[in-house]
């Protein structure tokens, strides 16, 4: 027969493995917080992460880099809303006991500014108020800088035989490059050589204009020894007809 201790026991056995769960409020009244801003928790409690309007993430982190992702750590990704409000929940995960968890937004420059969350933050060194100075601090100017940088290489490279943005001229994109090439770069109007109708030159074939064009004024060689020759024909024609004339007379 069981006795009371033990009937109690085993009624409040589900409740213990399922740990303990916390509340807390992101971007509650559109402040870059969360509220509460650290908690202590141990393996298997919950966490309930309530997003209020806007555009804010819950993106694991570390001590030394409070703005920057950690890699295969939790992330519930940006959770847009305009109105309203969503949750997002996350789980202790086995053998983490008392150790320090860092979180962060990772929505544009929210980290720099403050917002940052702690699971089980020590009582000294790495606390929590250290931990968001680092992220307002230079560890955090650093993580918006290299993210910039990274976006520039996206964007565009400054490489002109690698380039793959549209920020170079038409002129400084060498061969294999990939970029487009922006109204800006190319002129609207195309220049044109005026063409002299006559002047120096005319008569001789001997003019030229800008641009390697013809005078239109000037005439070739090979045109003025046709014409010569057309008249000496038109003479010799003329003078086989007066002979032929003058015979028949005689």
Not at 163 to 182: C, E, L, N
Request: negative net charge.
């Amino acid at each position: 027969m069981l006795t009371l201790s033990t009937t109690l026991a085993l009624t409040l056995l589900p409740c213990l493995a399922l740990g303990a769960s916390f509340q807390v409020q992101v971007g509650a009244n559109g402040g870059l917080e969360y509220n509460p801003s650290s908690i202590t928790a141990t393996d298997g409690d919950t966490v309930v992460f309530t997003f209020n309007p806007k555009n804010h993430t819950v993106t694991q982190t570390s001590f030394a880099s409070p703005c920057a992702p950690l890699a295969g750590g939790f992330d519930t990704g940006f959770i847009p809303l305009p109105s309203g409000s969503t949750t997002k929940t996350y789980t202790i995960p086995s053998g983490t006991g008392t150790s320090p968890l860092w979180f962060s937004c990772a929505q544009a420059t929210h980290c720099q500014q403050g917002m940052v969350f702690a699971i089980n933050p020590p009582a000294s060194n790495h606390t929590f108020d250290a931990f968001k100075a680092n992220a307002q601090g230079p560890a955090g100017v650093a993580t918006v800088a290299s993210t910039a940088a990274a976006a520039t290489n996206t964007l565009g490279s400054h490489d002109p035989a690698t380039a793959s943005g549209s920020v170079f001229s038409a002129a400084s994109v060498q061969d294999g490059a990939t970029g487009s090439v922006t109204n800006a770069d190319v002129p609207t109007t195309t220049p044109t050589a005026s063409v002299p109708t006559g002047g120096a030159g005319a008569g001789n074939g001997s003019g030229s204009g800008a641009g390697g064009a013809t005078p239109t004024g000037a005439k070739t060689g090979g045109a003025v020894k046709s014409t010569a020759g057309v008249r000496d024909a038109a003479l010799t024609v003329g003078a086989v007809f007066f002979a032929f004339n003058f015979m028949a007379f005689v």
